[in-house]
T-cell receptor, first 110, second 115 residues
Framework: QKEVEQNSGPLSVPEGAIASLNCTYSDRVSQSFFWYRQYSGKSPELIMSIYSNGDKEDGRFTAQLNKASQYVSLLIRDSQPSDSATYLCAVRVTGNQFYFGTGTSLTVIP | DVKVTQSSRYLVKRTGEKVFLECVQDMDHENMFWYRQDPGLGLRLIYFSYDVKMKEKGDIPEGYSVSREKKERFSLILESASTNQTSMYLC??????????????FGQGTRLTVV
């Protein structure tokens, strides 16, 4: 079983809509959760981190964490064409490794 | 700003060559990582290091070795390059896992083609 699972997509949403990206993880001792955005041919860049249950908002982005369900999600409000990218979910467990999902490809249609 | 710098953005090497990929970080991070990224396979960990001269194998270490002689520098070595090592290579660094604020920071990536 993979440590971190994401729907690969592709996910398409119209400009201005809400994009919802989901991620599940298998390790119950996971401590820290991250969402990275990766444009084609570029390296991943951190957009959100979340450590405790509930919602965390940063501008148009909201991360949601439910440790009991081992589920973390990212909502992008008012989606823009510039949000078109692959979004990687990452989990850090006790110890020093990160576990990454394979990413969800998002396309925002103008 | 944290900066992770990889020595090359694009690299073309011949089969059988020994290849060195260099990575330098400027934030005094304890941990450094080498990943390769292939379409449909996501990020796969090759090696990581949690201290100078310390290294741990990741998921796909075969055909690779690493060196960490100084805290800021982590090198990936392809002992004898093969065409199946054509990939995007990503270096990352992070603080030791103390809980909050310990995300990974990535370099710009090296697109390696082995011909």
């Amino acid at each position: 079983q993979k440590e971190v699972e994401q729907n690969s997509g592709p996910l398409s949403v119209p400009e201005g809509a809400i994009a919802s990206l989901n991620c599940t993880y298998s390790d119950r001792v996971s401590q820290s959760f991250f969402w990275y955005r990766q444009y084609s041919g570029k390296s991943p860049e951190l957009i959100m981190s979340i450590y405790s249950n509930g919602d965390k908002e940063d501008g148009r982005f909201t991360a949601q964490l439910n440790k009991a369900s081992q589920y973390v999600s990212l909502l992008i409000r008012d989606s823009q064409p510039s949000d078109s990218a692959t979004y990687l979910c990452a989990v850090r467990v006790t110890g020093n490794q990160f576990y990454f999902g394979t990413g969800t490809s998002l396309t925002v249609i103008p | 700003d944290v900066k992770v710098t990889q020595s090359s953005r694009y690299l073309v090497k011949r089969t059988g060559e020994k290849v060195f990929l260099e990575c330098v970080q400027d934030m005094d991070h304890e941990n450094m990582f080498w990943y390769r990224q292939d379409p449909g396979l996501g990020l796969r960990l090759i090696y990581f290091s949690y201290d100078v001269k310390m290294k741990e194998k990741g998921d796909i270490p075969e055909g690779y070795s690493v060196s960490r002689e100084k805290k800021e520098r982590f090198s990936l070595i392809l002992e004898s390059a093969s065409t199946n090592q054509t990939s995007m290579y990503l270096c990352a660094s992070s603080l030791e896992n103390r809980g909050l604020g310990t995300e990974a920071f990535f370099g710009q990536g090296t697109r390696l083609t082995v011909v």
